[in-house]
């Protein structure tokens, strides 16, 4: 009976329209960020700031990006990593060759480099939907990593087409440590996710979700498909742009253009499948359950069969494992870990009364 509405009054539309109309949401979004920003930076070690809950908040806001244009726009795309590419090779581009950048600029520019890149291979949609349209951002997919490779003034005329992500100093401060870096993550993530959800709301948000369900029918009465579907495919790469410096600078360190493979694209949707497809809460959870679900296979693998199982047998039953884990969780429900969560929130707000 803690999670109900009874007896909060709203007297204006502002009230009824914001992102957590009841009281103990917003009490909880603030405890959760409070934990996150105050305390979970002292309980975590170096290694789970670093390799576990840095990639998680990396991938959760590329995944943000991809459900704008997919779960929100309905616009397929399998060029994620690419885009991710642009703007770590856009931020460390600036980085190099203007003196003086400052860090978060480095960082927007090279979400809006992903962004212009994006813009350009999302053109076809306006004419193609559906699988077309995933084959052609696939073309985008090999053809931004192939121009990466070929023209090496991208890596600083790097032999092997890898580069080192300069250290990160924002107003005189380094951030040199893992927790540090965490701090700086989970910010921009904080930042850029609350954006997202705001926008998604909005005019251009709806305009979005109408060319989703019927373009013909948005078109009719008054929304034009053209600045929808661009407008999607820019603000995605830029939220993929974004992520990928973040992956460069605050995770690995040194980057080279074929660690943003297709393999990573399909990471990212997974992501997005697993968490639930037109949900910013589902980047989130598609995104721990993707990073935490193989080590905790493997941590668990070891722990069972520690000594008594070959390596390769025991990698691949992790795979296998990893795969039909994903597919029953799509069995048990499609929409995802959000629709989980949306469903519990709802039997908790009728608890302990049966209807």
Same mark, same amino acid.
């Given at each position: 009976m803690?999670?109900?509405?009874?007896?909060?009054?709203?007297?204006?539309?502002q009230?009824?329209?914001q992102?957590?109309?009841i009281?103990?949401d917003r009490?909880?979004? +603030?405890?959760?960020?409070?934990?996150?920003?105050l305390?979970l930076p002292?309980?975590?070690s170096e290694?789970w700031?670093?390799a576990?809950?840095?990639?998680?908040?990396?991938? $959760? #806001?590329?995944? +943000?990006?991809?459900n +704008? #244009?997919?779960?929100?726009?309905?616009q397929l795309?399998?060029?994620?990593?690419?885009?991710m590419? *642009?703007g770590?090779f856009?931020?460390y581009?600036?980085?190099?060759r203007?003196?003086?950048m400052?860090f978060?600029?480095a960082?927007?520019i /090279?979400? #809006?480099c992903a962004?212009?890149?994006?813009?350009?291979?999302g053109?076809?949609?306006?004419?193609?939907k559906?699988f077309?349209?995933?084959?052609?951002t696939l073309?985008?997919?090999?053809?931004?990593v192939?121009?990466l490779?070929?023209?090496?003034?991208f890596?600083?005329?790097s032999?092997s087409?890898?580069? =080192?992500?300069?250290q990160?100093?924002?107003?005189?401060?380094?951030?040199d440590?893992?927790?540090?870096?965490?701090?700086?993550?989970?910010?921009i993530?904080?930042v850029l996710a609350l954006a &997202?959800?705001?926008l998604v709301?909005?005019t251009?948000g709806? =305009?979005?979700?109408? *060319?989703?369900?019927?373009?013909?029918a948005?078109?009719?009465?008054?929304?034009r498909?053209?600045?929808?579907k661009?407008s999607a495919? &820019? *603000?995605?790469s830029?939220?993929?742009?974004?992520a990928?410096?973040?992956? &460069?600078?605050?995770y690995?360190g040194t980057v080279?253009p074929?660690?943003?493979?297709l393999?990573?694209?399909?990471?990212?949707?997974?992501?997005?499948?697993?968490? /639930?497809?037109?949900s910013?809460?589902g980047s989130f959870l598609?995104?721990a359950? +993707?990073v935490?679900?193989?080590?905790?296979?493997?941590?668990?693998?070891?722990s069972?069969?520690?000594?008594?199982?070959p390596?390769g047998? /025991? $990698?691949n039953?992790?795979?296998i494992i990893f795969?039909g884990?994903?597919i029953f969780?799509?069995i048990?429900?499609p929409h995802g870990?959000a629709?989980?969560?949306q469903?519990g929130?709802?039997?908790?707000?009728?608890?302990?009364?049966?209807?």
């Amino acid at each position: 009976m803690l999670y109900r509405e009874a007896g909060q009054f709203k007297v204006s539309y502002q009230e009824d329209q914001q992102i957590f109309p009841i009281r103990q949401d917003r009490v909880g979004f +603030i405890a959760i960020l409070g934990f996150f920003f105050l305390v979970l930076p002292f309980l975590a070690s170096e290694y789970w700031l670093q390799a576990i809950l840095i990639p998680v908040l990396i991938f $959760s #806001l590329a995944a +943000i990006g991809l459900n +704008i #244009l997919t779960g929100y726009a309905g616009q397929l795309s399998l060029g994620s990593a690419a885009f991710m590419a *642009v703007g770590a090779f856009g931020a460390y581009n600036f980085m190099l060759r203007v003196d003086g950048m400052p860090f978060l600029v480095a960082l927007a520019i /090279g979400g #809006l480099c992903a962004a212009v890149v994006g813009v350009a291979f999302g053109l076809p949609s306006l004419r193609i939907k559906g699988f077309y349209l995933a084959v052609a951002t696939l073309a985008a997919q090999f053809f931004i990593v192939w121009a990466l490779v070929k023209f090496p003034w991208f890596s600083n005329n790097s032999s092997s087409g890898v580069i =080192s992500a300069q250290q990160i100093e924002i107003l005189g401060f380094a951030f040199d440590t893992p927790v540090s870096k965490y701090l700086l993550t989970l910010g921009i993530v904080a930042v850029l996710a609350l954006a &997202a959800k705001n926008l998604v709301r909005s005019t251009t948000g709806r =305009s979005w979700m109408a *060319v989703r369900d019927m373009d013909v029918a948005a078109e009719v009465i008054g929304i034009r498909p053209m600045f929808a579907k661009l407008s999607a495919f &820019a *603000v995605s790469s830029f939220y993929c742009g974004v992520a990928g410096a973040l992956y &460069a600078y605050a995770y690995l360190g040194t980057v080279e253009p074929e660690g943003f493979n297709l393999d990573l694209s399909f990471k990212i949707l997974f992501m997005i499948i697993i968490g /639930g497809v037109g949900s910013i809460m589902g980047s989130f959870l598609g995104a721990a359950f +993707i990073v935490l679900l193989p080590i905790f296979l493997n941590v668990t693998m070891h722990s069972l069969f520690a000594g008594s199982m070959p390596a390769g047998l /025991g $990698s691949n039953l992790e795979l296998i494992i990893f795969g039909g884990l994903i597919i029953f969780f799509l069995i048990v429900e499609p929409h995802g870990l959000a629709r989980l969560w949306q469903i519990g929130k709802e039997k908790l707000r009728l608890w302990p009364f049966p209807h």
